[in-house]
Antibody, heavy 125, light 111 residues
Framework: QVQLQESGPRLVKPSQTLSLTCTVS??????????WSWIRQRPGKGLEWIGY???????DYNPSLKSRILISVDTSKNQFSLNLNSVTAADTAVYYC?????????????????WGQGTQVTVSS | EIVLTQSPLSLPVTPGEPASISCRSS????????????LDWYLQKPGQSPQLLIF???NRASGVPDRFSGSGSGTDFTLNISRVEAEDVGVFYC????????FGGGTKLEI
């Protein structure tokens, strides 16, 4: 059974960089056809897709956050990571990592079958 | 950006009774070339991560009880629960996967 676990600082100061890591267990991050995403849920708001990475390093990001995001992968550790820079209070959220499939027609992730438990990150001085 | 509008926002139900949630898209989610509607349904139970219920409009995910079903095409979609159980309490979200992913605002099912 595939499991995902988020880790990283729970408190980040404004203007600094939020860094989270997702550790995948029960399966290889390099298994074909699987795409690895970050999704967040801000207080009182719904779910927001941040971006994905494939094990080859290919990425795609939500245009609304693209200028501030970097998602990377470390296949040797079976991990992928999120860096979100220049954070503000509006970036306070529960951050989830998740595994999906990818449509070859739309080239957009879908079928988020596995999710981490989520980690609360607060941006505050 | 594709906007998904869910209704109702809140859905009080009685165990054993059916329930229905609507998701309306600002653009068609049907890809004519393969006939698929790129819409998923998720349930987020209290204190948990979202869990996949339905993908590509009407396909039940592995392990999902058959009381859950998805229907619709184009811009109008429905999630039906044939007989609600107490364990179904939570917030249901639709998600479109045609363009940059977006989610509906959620429907809270309460017993």
């Amino acid at each position: 059974q595939v499991q995902l676990q988020e880790s990283g600082p729970r408190l980040v100061k404004p203007s600094q960089t939020l860094s989270l890591t997702c550790t995948v267990s029960g399966g290889s991050i390099t298994s074909g056809g699987n795409y690895w995403s970050w999704i967040r849920q801000r207080p009182g708001k719904g779910l927001e897709w941040i971006g994905y990475i494939y094990y080859t390093g290919r990425t795609d990001y939500n245009p609304s956050l693209k200028s501030r995001i970097l998602i990377s992968v470390d296949t040797s550790k079976n991990q992928f990571s999120l860096n979100l820079n220049s954070v503000t209070a509006a970036d306070t959220a529960v951050y989830y990592c998740a595994r999906s499939r990818m449509s070859t027609v739309t080239t957009v992730p879908y079928y988020f079958e596995y999710w981490g438990q989520g980690t609360q990150v607060t941006v505050s001085s | 950006e594709i906007v998904l509008t869910q209704s109702p926002l809140s859905l009080p139900v009685t165990p054993g009774e059916p329930a229905s949630i609507s998701c309306r898209s600002s653009q068609s989610l049907l890809v004519e070339s393969n006939g698929y509607n790129y819409l998923d349904w998720y349930l987020q139970k209290p204190g948990q991560s979202p869990q996949l219920l339905i993908f590509l409009g009407s396909n039940r995910a592995s392990g999902v009880p058959d009381r859950f079903s998805g229907s619709g095409s184009g811009t109008d979609f429905t999630l039906n629960i044939s007989r609600v159980e107490a364990e179904d309490v939570g917030v249901f979200y639709c998600m479109q996967a045609l363009q940059t992913l977006t989610f509906g605002g959620g429907t809270k099912l309460e017993i």
